[in-house]
């Protein structure tokens, strides 16, 4: 029992994490606050997690911030790609229900000829790259985080993975909605400053398996943290 409550008992490394995890999670929203930069924070909040957290290298703040800045300009492209893209068909999306409702004037409600099926057709596609979108931001940003590859690169790499990891991706998927579900309804607004860094930590024992199947060996006295 004694040595639960020691200094390097379980209880002290437990804590310990969850500071860690906390103080990640604050770097991340912070950083976050331009929007047009979530990409590049959710990278360095996952590099520092995975490096400092799980495997226990080097400080959490520096490795944060080293990976900020490495992958600060390949985020923001791929954010604002995305992120515009997601916009618009949600906005679309947005139009296309009020037309359904029969606001009068929309341009949607104007081209349909066939106003029921139509509404459908459009639904499926606009949900299709929604989901399509989703599944590729679960492994872009991580693959950001370890790959030094152009973003078109990143990009396709996150594409193959999200298929053949398919059993990966869904409850990866799930349990982001699941969490920004809660948040928004159920959890106190202070649990924010954890579930960012908690759901990075959880959602790593599944991305570290899947990106270990395209790292290179590692190069003679190189630390290979991550294939550990």
Do not use: H
């Not at 999670?25 to 520092?48: E, K, N």
């Not at 604002?80 to 893209?85: A, S």
């Not at 949607?108 to 299709?128: A, C, E, K, N």
């Amino acid at each position: 029992m004694g040595d639960f409550f020691s200094s390097e008992g379980p209880l002290i490394g437990f804590l310990q994490k969850i500071g860690m995890l906390i103080v990640l999670s604050v770097l991340f929203i912070l950083c976050s606050l331009p929007v047009v930069t979530i990409g590049a924070a959710a990278s360095a909040m996952y590099y520092a997690v995975a490096k400092s957290v799980r495997r226990e290298r080097g400080y959490p703040t520096k490795e944060f911030f080293k990976a900020f800045k490495r992958n600060l300009k390949n985020g923001t492209v791929l954010t604002v790609i995305f992120g515009g893209i997601a916009a618009l068909i949600l906005y679309n999306r947005e139009v296309l229900w009020q037309a359904s409702a029969g606001e009068p004037g929309t341009l949607s409600q104007i081209m349909m000829g066939s106003p029921d099926g139509g509404v459908l057709t459009l639904y499926i596609i606009y949900d299709g790259i929604l989901i399509f979108l989703a599944m590729l931001a679960v492994y872009l940003f991580p693959v950001l985080s370890r790959f030094a590859m152009k973003i078109s690169d990143i990009v396709k790499l996150s594409f193959v993975m999200s298929l053949r990891f398919f059993y990966f991706t869904i409850p990866l998927m799930a349990g982001i909605g699941i969490l920004l579900y809660l948040q928004w309804k159920v959890l106190p607004m202070p649990t924010i400053l954890l579930l960012p860094g908690g759901w990075t930590y959880i959602s790593s024992f599944l991305l570290e398996k899947a990106m270990k199947k395209y790292i290179p060996a590692p190069k003679e006295g190189e630390d290979a943290w991550y294939l550990e």
